[in-house]
């Protein structure tokens, strides 16, 4: 048969292998993939850059579904998946799997004694200040009850494949082990963008790891139903990435320390439904960042408590706290030891021989050998700079060298190992790269290893020698089916995942959301009432009439917290008030601090918000910062100019918040945050006025018809117009502000939004219509309808509107309790006076 | 010895706090020299305390309070009996280098007090002191009593100048701190010369009633000293702060590797970050009536106690 001149066999006919897995040094692919590579063959190099190019897409396309909103965009490339996966061969595979689960298992006791008796460092199997002084060594922990002794059952542990076919391990990662959403959507996106590879060996299936670690976790608890999560930090794109997929696929909820809170030593999770018992949380934040009272300098805020629930075994962390001990690479030169000494076998798998630098004599040897040698912390980078933080100077990941000499017991050194091959397909043509294998085992009841693993291959040649988790390239990993009609997922891949169960919303997402909702109305009111009172010309105002619209400036100022209440008399400078106002951000109410704070809201729940809205939010803190750098130099007009900006800008956010983000039940803490702060702030503007010294303008204002200033500081002159076609009469005013349902800005509006919002939340549909909450808000609402305007004005009324706005303030308060905090749950306990002896 | 000790701890929120959840090292722990004949832990607003024994053999307590609360406050309450200390004279006629020795046979079982830590640096902070204090040939008792000695007089006690985040750095280009400076620097110089010793935190009897002796010093809020490992295998106590060997008139309530082992009370709440703060320490000796049993019931009710109570802060 003629082949087509350039088909895949020919891409291989300047292929030069070198240590190559999968294609023999006789220009041959290895036997067992023999069918691969056939079927590789059919197809021309233009359809091999088509499949590549989907592939491409396709991870694109998962990036930005799983990517924080960030300013850098994901990097594709970073995923970088070959269309050729590599295929481990049988025999191979099966020493694989027996040694993985004898080092897993050997290191597990290994934590468990080092948590325990220490026995191995009694017997001095292991040198103990390499235990004691490693910073993943937790006192605290000691003692504490861990099911099964059974410290770290999800396992990660790296490896190489030497130039003479044996497998050596590099790393160990007991634990927080990282990348398994990287295999199982790997082996989705190929077999969605190849399909025809997956008819060619009998590839096994992938996909029940996730079911088997989401059984582990609910095993973990003797509930019987246990409440799991995921308790995370999403703290870059990378581990956003794989914590988010991870909770989808094991169907619980994705949590941050601030969602948990600590209770008589249980633990809980914050919904806007109410507290719910949380059994079992799957890690995946360093241990000494988990709890900042067990361990004290942590820079982490962390959860309160956790570890005394752990103490009192009302909650299993999976995998256990401390079980980083494990991942010190200064024991990786024991490993054979540790295996030997608790399994009392023979290690099945060898370790990359690794030097302590923190022996004067290895440390010598590696400084002799150092072009050799790659150097290494003691724990990943990451995790060392958690535990020393900034004192610590490891210079740059690539060149360790001066740590050498400054910190050589935070150091480890390995040989240059020269790592096995596999072709992949760059650029139209394969070539030759090294790869390195990330296996994930998983100690259930039946230990099971994951079959294939995370094969990161690099994509230029200069990467050859130093892989790391990091390196470009992704390789699916295929390993030979054990059972027969394994295979049968390849053509159900295309089918959508199925969606995991619906979790009430976290109480931290919804109180974020409201502030961000109130922060962002406060800065717009704020810059708008400067605005319409610039308007009025301050300056040209002869000292009576200064004194007289004085209450107005000072409403504003108050409402912005930024001028005692109790202050009556006008600033010398008021320009410079009016600056403080919008652009000092060290003020805590100003717009700028008001626009900060909405940002900061907005950047803890990246997730939520989308890339619409925090690029508005964005700008217009971008714009105030800039502004705000030399306030001094800004002029009256330019203020007025930033401040109608503001105004501009808010609205864009809100409009971008409607338009964009989905209607769930965040969205609407978002409203609720909105429309509670304009209605305290209209209730403020008023009360000014009607108090005491604001009753000489009051006069002023109607009998000159300056009351059309105090309509535009309210946002309500339109409304006042086509409501009454008249001019302006005060007691129309106060009407207009209070118990007109149609106006925007008035308290009655507000109220009634806020209580739709609220009676539209899923939890109330599904607990019925008695809720005290609205029912509390209908009841203001109604008094706001049916004030006697005359009644407010009247000199000798007591305060009514001081009385009304107290009540709308306090509703923030109960929004609190109901849905955020929960603080009103909990009843106060009895006399808890304890005594011994 | 017997006393009453009262521990009481204040904090007055601006604004209410919330979602408290505090752990507790007050709890005088029973020793060789002292032993705890009765306890009682208040906290205000009332809540379950839970407790569990710590690494070092400290009781810890610990309890949170899932309410919003405007104050809280937690008294302990102990009555401890003192004993004199063990006669250790043959162990601390050992010369320095022998000491050393012994020790380093022990070194897994002693390593945790021979480190480093963030509030206890070793080596080349300790070059402005210009000098050695261990001989290998003088005897192990002798030198650290020197130590203690020149703790005491090239320091001065002056509360207020340093906190638990001032660097031992700065206390000994200063000169002054307190008890719990002066501890971390005994242990800093101790560490340094490879002898293990360990951070104390207690009490003191301020004044001796039966005597005229001059007062002894003790932080505002309760008393630091160390601990030094002996070859025999004793714990010996020395009290820079006060140039003297712990005695009867010191109480034990915690021991760990320095000060962020032994804290008193650490703590997290939700709210303002204003907050008033009011510790009260009161230590007053008892008549030994020998009619322990009535003790063991409510030895104290709390009005009695505050009545008595002096403030020291």
């Not at chain 1, 082949?3 to 023999?24: K, T, V």
């Not at chain 1, 079911?211 to 019987?224: D, I």
């Not at chain 1, 290494?376 to 060298?401: C, E, F, V, W």
């Not at chain 1, 100022?557 to 202050?567: K, L, Y």
Request: aromatic share 8%; glycine share 6%; charged share 25%.
């Amino acid at each position: 048969m003629q082949r087509r001149p350039d088909n895949a066999r020919d891409l291989f006919a300047n292929y030069q292998p070198l240590r190559d897995e999968m294609w023999m040094a006789s220009g041959q692919p290895r036997a067992d993939v023999a069918k691969l590579f056939e079927t590789l063959d059919r197809f021309s190099r233009e359809e091999l850059l088509d499949r590549s190019t989907r592939l491409t897409r396709a991870a694109r396309e998962l990036g930005a579904h799983f990517a924080v909103v960030d300013d850098q965009p994901v990097d594709d490339q970073e995923w970088g998946l070959d269309l050729l996966p590599r295929v481990i061969a049988p025999a191979e595979w099966n020493l694989l799997e027996r040694g993985l689960i004898q080092r897993a298992k050997a290191f597990n006791a290994y934590i468990a004694d080092i948590y325990g008796a220490q026995r191995i460092l009694h017997e001095r199997a292991v040198p103990h200040e390499i235990v004691l002084s490693d910073p993943a060594f937790h006192r605290q922990l000691i003692g504490l009850p861990v099911r099964d002794n059974l410290y770290a059952p999800l396992v990660a542990v790296d490896l190489v494949r030497d130039s003479a076919g044996g497998w050596q391990v590099l790393e160990n990662h007991f634990s927080t082990p990282f990348g398994i959403a990287y295999v199982l959507q790997s082996r989705r996106m190929l077999a969605q963008a190849f399909p025809e590879l997956f008819a060619t060996v009998d590839v096994a299936p992938v996909a029940p790891f996730a079911a088997q670690l989401a059984e582990l976790l609910r095993a973990s608890s003797p509930r019987p139903n246990p409440h799991a999560v995921l308790l995370c930090r999403g703290e870059d794109n990378q581990s956003y990435f794989e914590e988010s997929f991870l909770a989808r696929s094991l169907g619980i909820a994705m949590v941050q320390p601030g969602d948990l809170l600590v209770r008589e030593s249980r633990v809980f999770i914050k919904t806007i439904r109410g507290l719910e018992q949380v059994d079992v949380i799957y890690r995946r934040i360093e241990s000494s960042s988990i709890d900042p009272i067990a361990f004290g300098q942590s820079r982490f805020q962390g959860v309160p408590g956790l570890v005394n629930c752990v103490r009192k075994g009302n909650v299993a962390i999976i995998n256990a706290i401390g079980s980083g001990v494990a991942d010190n690479r200064a024991i990786l030169r024991y490993s054979d030891r540790i295996i030997m000494y608790y399994m009392h076998e023979k290690p099945l798998l060898k370790t990359v021989p690794t030097f302590t630098c923190r022996d004067v004599d290895q440390a010598a040897h590696v400084r002799h050998n150092l072009a050799n040698m790659v150097l290494k912390p003691i724990h990943d980078l990451n995790t060392m700079q958690k535990y020393y933080g900034k004192q610590l100077n490891l210079s740059s990941a690539r060149d360790l060298r001066p740590a050498l000499e400054n910190h050589p017991d935070l150091l480890v050194a390995q040989p240059l190992i020269e790592p096995s091959h596999a072709p992949r397909f760059h650029e139209g043509e394969f070539v030759s790269r090294s790869v390195f294998l990330r296996a994930f085992i998983l100690l259930g009841e039946t230990p099971v290893v994951l079959p294939g693993g995370l094969t990161r291959q690099a994509i230029d040649r200069s990467e050859n020698q130093r892989l790391t988790i990091m390196t470009g390239g992704i390789k699916d990993t295929w390993v030979p089916a054990s059972g027969p009609g394994a295979t049968t997922f390849a053509a159900a891949a295309a089918a959508p995942e199925a969606i995991g169960e619906e979790f009430s919303i976290g109480s931290r997402v919804a109180e974020t959301m409201y502030w961000m909702g109130r922060y962002l109305e406060r800065a717009e009111n704020i810059a708008r009432q400067l605005n319409t009172l610039d308007a009025l010309r301050w300056d040209s105002l002869g000292p009576e009439a200064q004194r007289l619209y004085w209450p107005l400036w000072r409403a504003v100022a108050v409402s912005a917290d930024q001028w005692p209440r109790t202050n009556i008399d006008p600033p010398p400078d008021l320009p410079d008030l009016n600056r403080a106002l919008v652009l000092d951000h060290t003020q805590p109410a100003s717009v700028h601090a008001c626009v900060r704070s909405a940002i900061n809201n907005a950047a803890g729940i990246r997730d939520i918000v989308t890339p619409e809205l925090w690029q508005a939010l964005n700008q217009l803190g971008l714009r105030l910062m800039d502004v705000g750098a030399r306030p001094k130099n800004v002029s009256r007009a330019r203020l007025r100019e930033i401040c109608q900006f503001v105004v501009e800008e808010s609205q864009r956010v809100s409009g971008a918040a409607e338009r964009t983000m989905l209607h769930d039940e965040a969205w609407q803490f978002f409203r609720i945050g909105g429309w509670l702060e304009r209605a305290i702030d209209t209730l403020a503007i008023l009360q000014a006025l009607v108090g005491p010294e604001g009753r000489q303008l009051l006069g002023r204002l109607e009998h000159e018809t300056d009351l059309i200033a105090l309509l535009r500081l309210l946002c309500s002159l339109d409304a006042y117009r086509r409501t009454y076609r008249s001019r302006a009469y005060l007691g129309r005013v106060i009407s207009l502000m209070l118990g007109h349902a149609g106006n925007p800005s008035a308290v009655s509006h507000c109220l009634t939004h806020l209580r739709h919002a609220l009676a539209n939340l899923q939890i109330h549909r599904d607990l019925g219509p008695a809720n005290p909450l609205i029912d509390e808000i209908a009841v203001i609402d109604e008094a706001c309808k049916h004030l006697d305007p005359e009644k407010v004005l009247a000199a000798d009324s007591s305060d009514l509107l001081g009385d009304l706005r107290r009540q709308v303030e306090a509703l923030h308060q109960r929004l609190e309790d109901t849905y955020f905090s929960h603080q009103h749950t909990f009843a106060k306990g009895e006399q808890t006076t304890i005594e011994f002896r | 010895m017997r006393f009453r000790v009262t521990h009481r701890t204040e904090y007055a929120y601006v604004a209410p706090a919330s979602e408290s959840f505090a752990e507790l090292r007050v709890w005088p722990r029973d020793t060789q020299t002292q032993k705890v004949l009765a306890r009682q832990l208040t906290i205000e607003p009332r809540v379950p305390v839970d407790n569990y024994v710590d690494y070092f053999g400290n009781h810890v307590e610990f309890f949170s309070v899932p309410f919003r609360h405007q104050r809280l406050a937690v008294e302990a309450s102990a009555e401890v009996e003192t004993y004199p200390a063990p006669d250790l004279r043959e162990q601390l006629e050992v010369n320095v280098a022998e000491a050393r020795q012994i020790v380093h046979s022990q070194m897994y079982k002693l390593f945790d007090f021979l480190q480093p830590s963030d509030t206890v640096p070793l080596g080349d902070v300790l070059r402005p002191l210009k000098q050695r204090f261990f001989d290998p040939g003088a005897p192990l008792g002798e030198s650290l009593l020197k130590l203690n000695r020149f703790i005491h007089s090239d320091f001065a006690y002056s509360p207020g100048v340093t906190d638990i985040s001032t660097p031992l750095t700065k206390v000994i280009q200063q000169r002054r701190g307190v008890c719990q400076d002066f501890a971390h620097l005994m242990l800093s110089v101790l560490r340094t010369a490879g002898i293990p010793a360990r951070y104390v935190s207690g009490y003191i009897e301020h004044f001796d009633p039966e005597k005229t002796d001059p007062a002894l010093v003790g932080a505002a809020a309760s008393h630091a000293w160390v601990e030094v490992f002996l070859p025999g295998g004793e714990w010996y106590g020395l009290d820079p702060t006060n140039n003297q060997a712990a005695g009867e008139r010191h109480v034990v309530t915690a021991v760990g590797r320095d000060y962020h082992d032994v804290a008193p009370m650490r703590g997290t709440y939700k709210g303002a970050h204003d907050q008033r703060l009011q510790v009260i320490v009161m230590l007053k000796r008892q008549a030994l009536n020998g009619t322990g049993e009535s003790h063991t019931n409510n030895p104290f009710p709390m009005e009695q106690s505050q009545q008595q109570t002096q403030q020291i802060n």
